[in-house]
């Protein structure tokens, strides 16, 4: 028979020493934009509160329940030879102690727990800027976010804008299958089904570009169903929905125009000949058929709303940098990029073709 | 112990059958259980590839390895397969070889439904990974949400693969359900009343309790979902562009999967609890801390488990009082769980360790399945799951329980019964090197999902953009994926050194407290000569006691005359080979499929007939298969 | 799964193992399964509560149920529950005559009652009632369909014991298969005596 060979002492803490340093430095890899440690509005912040309490306690726990089981494990070492310990069998005080502490632990812990349940569950009646909470609805489809703001009369995808220190008001649906919304730093995610339609809240507290991601496997390209989330000072959030109700009064053959032609119904001054052909293609080579370029109390069709995609920040369900070079390459090769997306071309596009798309696409800021 | 060798008596039939048919016709419960470990691990070692795959396309941002579609295939068959093709049927190969040794009995109460639970898992095994074979694995992940399993949302074969895969396992875990029940409440061995029986006897009882209650509530989902898939019903697709009438409601599926998912998990671990029980305490030369506190903290554990299943829902929107009161229950089960963890180091406390392999696999078991209770804990917190649910922390927090949980265990069991069933050592050396390599490995891949959870990575996609800062995190996972693959290895050279030449296993290796120990290594057909008679709680030690010394002298090997055994019968095979092709049946189209096509009948009609014959079919051949 | 527990030759002898419980494994794995098969039905039930206002399409269930005519196979299989147990009576007592008689009557009520069913929902789909028609009729069929399915499989298992009895093979010592089997049906009688309410007579009124 071998004989047993006690291991070094330090083995299991040099181990997982090591083990903890190689994944700290792993995570200095820089900011983290999409991280629920920083929250930067009230709903995240609230969970974030309760969630330290049980970081702490578990630490705690874990100092305690592991040294215990590491010093028994070095302090009761043997030897085959030994003789046999004290044969105990358990003892009943001992049973109820070490139920009862972790009962009150977690005691500690469901306080909290209720109150964030509850806290969370209703929408706060009035914003911090004092306006009451702002309506938007989200609609997740496969494999992109539709936001509509009932209120203003607009509908976009992808890129949500917001004011800041107001409370926005989400009303969730699916188009297909069960998608989650997730935009970390400002509140929890929350599922949208295709039959009822689930809330969400949350009010930003600072202004800045925040990045978002489907959080319910939905499918093939889950992995690609980003968006962003833009919080605007209010002059810019104002600035945007001028942008986008001024979409409908741009009309040249029933499709927005460049920003330079004022009235509707009139013939247009020369525009540029680039933008003009690419308007013409929108509409010949299939992508008016899928895509709306205008915001304007439309329903999305099949594809992505386009208004604003001139000057959005990403493409592709927040995910390609919004370059020249990356919307050629979506349009030509979309298939590649993003397997099994709905936007396959009606027709072959030219290389000159798509130029003269992404000038008119540049023009809808 | 008797001694006397008679002659053996055979039928000339008997004596020729090849060792094939010997294999496929066993009803010796030692015998299914290999076959039952054996198969689970190469699903096992299929399902660790997936995982190497999978962590190979996560190792940077924006890569390519494989195609969105695959991976989405990888991941649900590694879920998929871990549970059902691995851990289920490895805890299965140690309920079938030890429970009846662990009560003294000669076999399972129905040996020829224990065989057909065995052979309907590796045809349901097989007929699972044989969609890969189709390029068309299951694609929906592992609990197949709806309507995303529809046939709207998933038109191809994929899913059905998946549904009657799930359906076909079910069946075996069932009738093995209904079979180690009866065994474990009606052929203990005189004087083995509930409360001196072996802690893993005990949660393999606890186990199938769960298994009865939980595995109908798949079987109605998994037909809902089959009738909305090929017949056209909308169970769980509310639009009605499926070609059904609409208005089915995806969370029914939700809730009636994780009414079964839930107390699955149960399933999962409690094995593992037990085998730790029967560990720790002939490793500590002392008995099991608080017997009665430990039956009771499970019994509780597996009763509660059916209560808490909407904790995998918390980001559904159910409400405040829903929300609060699953949340409630998940934090009251976490103290019957703790109760088990300290009665575990209570063991310890005070014991003479004997640092052997089993003993490293065990407090790894421990050491990492606090951790995945306490992350349980976070997640038990509705508000903060909303940020922990379906990212890369969940990820953690199930691994850490369900590897560094049950696989630790269910290692730790086979170095410690390796002896017992092959009648061989594994070597000592490479099962530390095993451990270790485990114990790092497993910590290096999952303990860094916990951060990239928390900062944003969402579970299930296939990539990650650059910039968010999740790129350090997944390569430090995949380089410990690697290192758990090398380990595997490991325990693999060891099984085959072994196999050629390694160190003969005497009766009692390791100082054992139960009856298993008592007889030869590998045991003999009916396992005892003679039925155990047991007057306390660990059997063997109040033997070795009674007589005075640490080990008992080596048993000897017997002559088995006399001893009536079940006789091996080819109906258990037949009826799993006509339930595979009555689902594979199901799934051809229509309209073949319906209302249930030429190939469903015939399945059916292979199963009836090889039941009725079955059923007449005499348990034991007086003269066809005496013991020798 | 029910095969083992058949296993109509086995020699008395084994019969007599030593029990940790009083009593016979097969018995108890025939309640273990019935245990078993009741979160079957009630996960099926559940799903015909959830659903049994869904039919804005199609048929309702007081445009289609005929309850005397579902009410008669309540009788029926009520009775034959009775019947089964007069027959197993006679069986134990080792009366062959008995045994026939009241063993062929649950046969033929087990028969009735499939029938019956068989009808209904023929009927049913000629009324345009069809298993997709909507989610009412999905989760009717399904439920009240795996019933009967449950029934036939009854039907059937006592069919050869009536066989068996026929042939002399039911001896009192093997009055224990017969058990068994009445166990599952009186099992199959009960889950009817829950859907017949709930289906049935709770849509009188909607």
């Known amino acids: 028979m071998r004989h047993s060979r006690v291991p070094r002492w330090w083995f299991a803490p040099l181990g997982l020493l090591c083990t903890l340093a190689i994944v700290l430095l792993a995570g200095c890899s820089g900011p983290y934009p999409q991280s629920t440690l920083e929250p930067r509005g009230d709903f995240a912040e609230m969970v974030d509160s309760v969630f330290m309490k049980t970081v702490y306690l578990a630490t705690v726990v874990f100092i305690l329940v592991e040294g215990a089981l590491l010093w028994a494990v070095f302090k009761f070492r043997g030897k085959p030879g030994d003789p046999d310990p004290h044969q105990i069998h358990g003892s009943t005080v001992v049973e109820i102690v070490w139920t009862i502490i972790p009962a009150v632990v977690l005691a500690i812990v469901a306080v909290p727990t209720v109150e964030t349940i509850f806290s969370t569950a209703k929408v706060p009646t009035t914003s911090t800027d004092g306006q009451p909470p702002m309506k938007v609805e989200v609609i997740g489809h496969q494999w992109f976010w539709e936001f509509r703001y009932p209120e203003l009369g607009i509908t976009t995808a992808n890129e949500l804008h917001v004011p800041v220190n107001r409370t926005i008001d989400l009303r969730m649906k699916s188009n297909d299958v069960i998608h989650s919304f997730w935009v970390p730093q400002f509140a929890g995610k929350r599922d949208v089904f295709p039959n009822r339609e689930t809330r969400l809240w949350f009010t930003a507290k600072v202004t800045g570009e925040f990045p978002g991601a489907c959080a319910e496997f939905c499918g093939t390209e889950h992995g690609r169903m980003d968006f962003y989330l833009m919080v605007d000072s209010a002059p810019a959030f104002q600035a945007w929905v001028d942008r986008r109700h001024a979409d409908s009064t741009m009309q040249f053959n029933g499709m927005p125009m460049h920003p330079v032609v004022a009235a509707a119904g009139q013939a247009p001054p020369p525009v540029d000949t680039l933008v003009a052909e690419g308007q013409k293609l929108f509409q010949s080579k299939g992508c008016s058929s899928c895509h709306s370029i205008s915001s304007m109390h439309v329903l999305t069709v099949i594809g992505p709303n386009l208004s604003g995609i001139g000057s959005r920040k990403m493409i592709a369900a927040g995910w390609l940098p919004n370059t020249d070079a990356n919307l050629r390459d979506w349009i030509e090769h979309t298939q590649k990029l993003k397997p099994d997306v709905l936007m396959k071309l009606p027709m072959p596009v030219s290389d000159a073709e798509v130029t003269a798309l992404i000038a008119y696409l540049r023009t809808m800021r | 112990m008797a001694t006397t060798v008679l002659e053996p008596t055979q039928t000339a039939a008997y004596a020729k059958r090849s060792v094939l048919v010997e294999w496929l016709t066993t009803v010796d419960h030692k015998r299914v259980g290999i076959l039952y470990g054996a198969s689970a691990f190469v699903f096992f070692l299929i399902g660790g590839l997936e995982a190497e795959v999978i962590r190979l396309q996560l190792m940077k941002p924006d890569n390519h390895l494989v195609s969105p579609e695959f991976y989405n295939q990888l991941f649900t068959m590694h879920g998929t397969t871990m549970i059902f093709l691995a851990v289920m049927p490895i805890s299965a190969m140690f309920f079938n070889f030890f429970v009846p040794l662990l009560i003294g009995a000669r076999d399972v109460a129905f040996p020829r439904l224990n065989a057909m639970s065995l052979w309907v898992f590796i045809l349901g095994g097989l007929f699972l990974n044989f969609s890969f074979i189709l390029g068309a694995a299951p694609n929906g992940g592992w609990f197949g949400y709806a309507p995303l399993s529809s046939r709207q949302f998933a038109p191809g074969v994929n899913m059905d693969f998946w549904m009657l895969g799930l359906q076909i396992l079910g069946i075996a875990s069932l009738a093995a359900g209904v079979n180690f029940f009866t065994t474990i409440l009606n052929m203990r061995a005189p004087g083995m009343t509930l409360m001196r029986m072996p802690m893993f006897v005990w949660s393999v009882l606890v186990t199938q309790v769960l298994v009865l209650l939980s595995f109908p509530v798949i079987t109605v989902a998994l037909i809902l979902l089959t009738a909305d898939r090929t017949f056209g019903s909308s169970f769980f697709s509310f639009s009605a562009a499926g070609g059904g009438s609409g208005g089915g409601d995806p969370m029914l599926w939700q809730h009636l999967f994780w009414v079964f998912g839930h107390p699955e998990v149960y399933i999962l671990i409690l094995p593992a609890f037990g085998i730790v029980s029967e560990i720790l305490p002939v490793f500590s030369r002392k008995p099991l801390f608080g017997y009665s506190a430990m039956v009771f903290s499970m019994a509780f554990i597996a009763f509660l488990g059916f209560g808490v299943w909407s904790h995998h829902m918390f980001a559904t929107g159910m409400g405040p009082l829903a929300d609060s009161f699953f949340s409630l229950m998940t934090m009251l089960i976490a103290i019957p769980t703790g109760v088990k963890i300290f009665n575990w180091i209570g063991t310890l406390w005070g014991g003479s360790l004997q640092f052997r392999t089993p003993l490293y696999f065990a407090l790894g078991f421990i050491a990492m399945f606090i951790m995945g209770g306490l992350s349980g804990v976070m997640h038990a917190v509705q508000p903060a799951d909303l940020q922990q649910t379906d990212t890369y922390f969940v990820v953690a927090h199930f691994h850490y329980v369900l590897f560094g949980g049950s696989i630790f265990s269910l290692t730790a069991g086979a170095y410690y019964w390796w002896p017992k069933m092959f009648g061989k050592m594994l070597d000592e050396g490479l099962g530390k090197l095993h451990f270790w390599l485990m114990l790092i490995g497993f910590n290096l891949t999952f303990f860094p999902m916990h951060f990239s959870g928390l900062l944003g990575m969402p579970r299930r996609i296939y990539t990650y953009p650059k910039g968010l800062g999740f790129d350090g995190y997944n390569m430090a996972s995949t380089i410990g994926a690697l290192i758990l693959a090398v380990s595997f290895m490991v325990f693999l050279y060891n099984v085959i050194r072994t196999w050629r030449s390694g160190e003969h296993a005497p009766a009692d290796p390791w100082g054992g407290a139960t009856l298993e120990w008592s007889i030869p290594s590998p045991p003999q057909e009916w396992n005892f000569a003679v039925e155990p008679m047991v007057t306390e709680k660990d059997a063997l030690w109040a033997m070795k006691r009674a007589a005075g010394v640490r080990i008992l002298p080596e048993p000897a090997r017997v002559s088995g005359k006399g001893i009536h055994l079940p006789s091996p019968s080819w109906w258990p095979l037949f009826t799993a080979i006509g339930l595979l092709i009555f689902m594979t049946g199901i799934m051809l189209k229509r309209p073949w499929a319906f209302p249930f096509g030429p190939v469903s009948m015939a399945g059916f009609a292979i199963a009836a007939f090889s039941i009725f014959k079955w059923s007449y079919e005499p348990v034991d051949h007086p003269t066809s298969h005496q013991a020798h | ?206």
């Open chain 3, 1 to 206: 799964m029910t095969a083992a527990v058949l296993d109509h030759d086995s020699a008395p002898a084994h019969e007599e193992h030593h029990t940790s419980l009083p009593v016979n494994s097969r018995k108890l794995a025939i309640w273990t399964f019935i245990g078993s098969e009741c979160l079957f039905f009630a996960s099926l039930i559940t799903t015909f509560v959830i659903y049994r206002d869904s039919h804005a399409k199609g048929p309702g269930p007081k445009d289609v149920f005929g309850v005397p005519l579902v009410t008669s196979g309540t009788a029926v299989l009520l009775f034959s529950s009775f019947f089964v147990v007069m027959a197993l009576n006679g069986a134990q007592q080792g009366n062959r005559k008995k045994l026939l008689t009241w063993l062929s009557l649950t046969v033929l009520c087990g028969m009735f009652f499939v029938g019956m069913q068989v009808y209904e929902f023929t009927h049913f789909v000629h009324e345009g009632m069809g298993y997709t028609t909507n989610l009412f009729a999905s989760s009717f069929f399904t439920l009240t369909g795996f019933h009967g399915t449950h029934v036939a499989i009854g039907t059937l298992w006592l069919g050869t014991l009536l066989k068996d009895a026929y042939k002399g093979r039911i001896p009192p010592s093997k009055a224990l298969n017969l058990e068994i089997a009445a166990l599952y049906w009186h099992f199959v009688d009960v889950v009817w005596i829950i859907i017949f309410p709930v289906v049935y007579l709770m849509s009188l009124g909607r």
